[in-house]
């Protein structure tokens, strides 16, 4: 491996890092823009050559600054990593490219570089989250990030914003001390934050009280940041409220990275040294993404605004991806995993068409989108495709990890045909919220037009079209050539589960 | 008496439960955001206790004293982290109140909602 190759993991944090305060500088029009989306795409294109690297069978380990792992910081790139980081940098560079129109009839100019700079800021958290090796790391970049995603949440011109951000602040920060406490006990207990070291020595102590309660808080409190239900109440309007290229951004990755440290602590850390914590795991969660899947897909159906209508429908997302994982089997993990990335996809794609919609419908409710397939046929379409996926119609990635979690749950004898229900009937919720904003704008006339006028054509900005499309279209292109999701996601599983028989 | 010997803990949990009381029955917003402040503190004493080594000095090494017994330095400097971490989050969210004060005239919550409603 060459030289530069080998501080890619700590590149991937420091580039937006180092650039988000540059930006503030940068004030003529649109520059600000410019240079947050090449910081995004260059973050992107770090995390391609790390995903090559990953899949080539190699695992990055960086000590930062040389100084080797018991005292200095590690960094540490794996599979999973490598799924969500292409999740996170891939998403926010298809925002930022697709969302130059919106954000500027969204976000005053003076007011726009100290914008993208908290973006970056959210980019260069995120992004620690998932490479970070030790504990304590891990919470300062979870914090870094909320800060930043709080201020681009409330950064929009809808006043509601603001009490929503407020929800998102207490919600959030409760959830992170709450991880900080637990994260004090087991160092308490074992005197390291690195959750390598952690996995060895916190064998010893196993037993002990302070360890149960630790693993308690950090479980809630990560379930808290990542919206599992029944916690996800900070989440319909903090994305109903956001900018729409925020909501692009957040909707796909956010969640999942809180999501990706709960997994990482619960099977790397807790998972065979607390006897029988797989059982209560499963036991504890299960029911939970089962209530997610199904509350969040029925309020979904009921839902009259586009953007919350999706916003509940990510609720329910996160319920396949914790069903996946609280299965505690490979493939079970395998199908959770594959469905952060695949949801991503079809989130990311939704969303960026409901911001194609904004560009010309200033209300989002569902009576007022009438007759918006002829309009803006295109960006309907895109919705469509991602719709689609949603679903998890054969041809789209939705599909696939879909057809992993069906396969895993028929693993699990009388419980599995209950799951299998599950999954279904959330499916097939999904193509009742879906067809509701098809049946709005296919089938329905526009009530302001005259009788026999012609519609006029009036499409979103062909870049953001473009975009989407491009989103769109990856949609169909995983749901056919699955190979790199899925090997990421599999190898991923099997690094989680190699602990357990 | 082991309740007494572990008095300290017994901060902790009765701060952090004030703490966490005021944010969730708390209807002001500042004050959910006082509320915050103070589980926010309790967790920092959780940090400081553990450090204490009994008999335990100050962590500066010494090359011509040996053989002392140190205080454990790095919970200290965690929670340092942490209390940056602490007021940025109560700066940024007592930043999005006064927001909330201008465009609603209000801070309290139930009034808020009920401006929504309309």
New interface residues.
């Given amino acids: 491996m060459t030289a530069p190759e080998l501080h890619l993991p700590v590149l991937q944090v420091v580039v937006p890092m180092l650039i988000a305060p540059l930006i503030v500088l940068l004030r003529p029009q649109g520059l600000a823009w410019a240079a947050t989306t090449a910081a995004s795409l260059l973050s992107f294109a770090i995390a391609i050559q790390l995903t090559t690297g990953v899949l080539g069978g190699h695992t990055y380990q960086y000590a930062l600054g040389g100084w080797e792992a018991p005292f200095g910081i590690a960094l540490e790139v794996n599979s999973l990593s490598a799924l969500l980081l292409l999740v996170l940098t891939g998403a926010s560079t298809a925002a930022l490219l697709a969302g130059k129109a919106s954000l500027d009839r969204q976000i005053e100019a003076h007011r726009q570089p100290l914008f993208f700079s908290a973006w970056l800021l959210a980019l260069a958290g995120l992004a620690g989250i998932l490479v970070a090796a030790d504990a304590f790391n891990i919470f300062v970049f979870m914090e870094i990030s909320s800060l930043a995603s709080y201020v681009l949440v409330a950064g929009g011109p809808d006043r509601r914003a603001l009490p929503a951000v407020f929800k998102y602040l207490i919600m959030g920060t409760i959830g992170a001390t709450f991880y900080l406490i637990g994260v004090g006990l087991i160092y308490m207990m074992t005197g390291t934050l690195s959750l390598a070291d952690m996995e060895i020595r916190i064998h010893e102590v196993a037993e002990q009280r302070p360890i149960l309660v630790a693993a308690g808080f950090i479980t809630v409190g990560l379930a808290l940041k990542a919206a599992v239900f029944p916690l996800h109440v900070w989440l319909p309007n903090a994305y109903t409220y956001a900018p729409h290229a925020v909501t692009v951004f957040l909707a796909a990755c956010a969640t999942k990275v809180s999501l990706f440290v709960l997994l990482k602590f619960d099977f790397v850390v807790f998972q065979h040294n607390l006897l029988g914590h797989d059982v209560q795991f499963a036991a504890f969660l299960m029911p939970l993404a089962v209530l997610a899947i199904l509350v969040g897909s029925a309020v979904a159906m009921f839902e009259s605004n586009v953007k919350r209508l999706f916003a509940y429908s990510s609720v329910a997302q996160i319920g396949y991806i914790l069903l996946g994982a609280s299965m505690v089997s490979y493939l079970g993990l395998s199908g959770g995993l594959l469905h952060i990335f695949n949801h991503a996809l079809s989130k990311g794609t939704l969303f960026l068409a409901v911001m194609c919609l904004s560009m010309q419908y200033a209300n989002l409710q569902l009576e007022h989108l009438a007759g918006a397939a002829r309009r803006m046929p295109w960006t309907m379409a895109a919705l469509v495709v991602g719709g689609l996926s949603l679903i998890g119609v054969p041809g789209t990635a939705g599909f696939v990890s879909k057809w992993y979690l069906l396969t895993a749950a028929l693993e699990q004898g009388a419980l599995g045909m209950f799951l299998i229900a599950v999954i279904v009937l959330g499916s097939l919720m999904a193509v009742v919220y879906i067809w509701r904003i098809i049946e709005a704008a296919w089938f329905t006339a526009p009530a302001e037009a005259p009788p026999g006028a012609q519609q006029m054509r009036t499409e979103a900005p062909t870049l953001m079209l473009v975009v989407t499309w491009l989103a769109a279209l990856s949609n169909i292109w995983f749901g056919l050539v699955t190979h790199v999701p899925r090997e990421l996601a599999t190898t991923a599983a099997a690094n989680l589960l190699r602990h357990l028989p | 008496m082991e309740f007494l010997g572990i008095y300290y803990y017994w901060v902790f949990v009765v701060v952090?439960m004030i703490g966490?009381y005021a944010?969730v029955a708390k209807v002001n917003?500042i004050k959910?955001l006082i509320g915050?402040s103070i589980?926010?503190s309790a967790?920092f004493l959780?940090?400081i206790t553990?450090s204490k080594v009994s008999g335990g000095t100050a962590p500066i090494f010494n090359d011509e004293i040996t053989g002392l017994l140190y205080s454990n330095p790095l919970?200290q400097v965690?929670i340092l982290?942490?209390i940056v971490?602490g007021i940025?989050?109560t700066a940024?969210?007592l930043g999005?109140?006064v927001?909330?004060k201008e465009?609603?005239g209000t801070t309290e919550?139930n009034e808020?909602?009920e401006i929504?409603r309309r």
């Fill in positions: 952090l966490f944010v917003l959910k915050l589980f926010q967790v959780l940090y553990m919970p965690l982290t942490a971490v940025s989050t940024l969210g999005i109140v927001r909330i465009e609603y919550e808020i909602q929504d």
